[in-house]
């Protein structure tokens, strides 16, 4: 009988493998798993899926949604971590903040602007949220052999708890001069959670669309390919979690 079963997640103990993928859209999860070698769905319950797997070179991963924004994050990476997760690989989208990162491009995240709450649970304001060097340095490497090189950006990335944005006072003309990549809602939470708890944590994103000329919005009809129908945002989804998986086989893979 399966023991320690946590409460959203609904995984117990032996379903959690060190090293994690975590995905906010639920569809992607059994996108990733199918690239996996023996994978199989350890759960799905209020929209949060699950599965185990293993790379190319035998390494075991689980699969998971995070739902969308930093409290959803937070539970799941909380159940995930009391069941043994040490790395988590956010494989995720977000949307152009800087002008040159259009539809279809990567962005692998060096660290993220806290623009959420749900961070401050585990350490002040002050302390910055980076990712952890070595993924962030295997997320690029693989992804650049993957895509042309004017796809690929890296650099910190604009996490928020809002996604459309009533705020007045040019925020996003803010975070444009500082440089900022793209802005998405959950990785600023991963990065957080991963350094206060002696965990590891990287973030690699497709971009959907750019907040200054061709953000992500509401379709006319079925038949546009906007937003996930974008046979770009297609193509940068399959290549990011390429990258992914061989970025845990050069980390993680025994000789």
Not at 63 to 86: D, F, N, Q, R, W
Not at 90 to 116: F, H, L, Q, Y
Not at 207 to 222: I, M, P, V
């Amino acid at each position: 009988m399966k023991k320690r079963i946590q409460p959203h997640i609904r995984l117990g103990e032996g379903d959690v493998a060190d090293v994690v993928f975590i995905a906010g859209n639920p569809d992607r999860v059994p996108k990733i798993a199918t690239i996996l070698k023996d994978a199989e769905q350890l759960s799905s319950y209020r929209g949060l899926v699950s599965f185990r797997g293993f790379t190319p070179k035998g390494v075991e991963v689980t699969v998971a949604t995070s739902g969308m924004g930093t409290p959803s994050t937070h539970i799941v990476t909380e159940e995930l971590a009391k069941l043994g997760a040490k790395v988590f690989i956010r494989i995720g989208s977000c949307g152009g903040v800087n002008p040159e990162v259009k539809t279809g491009d990567v962005v692998v995240a060096t660290g993220a602007v806290r623009d959420e709450l749900t961070s401050l649970n585990y350490a002040p304001i002050q302390y910055p949220a980076v990712a952890t060097p070595e993924i962030y340095s295997a997320l690029l490497t693989a992804i650049w052999g993957l895509l042309p090189p004017d796809r690929i950006h890296a650099g910190i990335v604009w996490s928020s708890d809002i996604y459309y944005d009533q705020r007045e006072g040019g925020i996003l003309d803010r975070w444009t001069r500082a440089r900022v990549q793209c802005v998405e809602m959950e990785s600023s939470l991963l990065f957080i959670f991963a350094q206060t708890r002696g965990l590891q944590a990287g973030s690699i994103l497709a971009c959907d669309g750019n907040l200054h000329s061709d953000q992500k919005g509401e379709q006319a009809d079925e038949s546009q390919q906007t937003g996930e129908q974008n046979p770009l945002l297609v193509e940068a989804v399959a290549k990011e979690i390429q990258a992914a998986i061989q970025a845990v086989d050069e980390l993680y893979a025994e000789e």
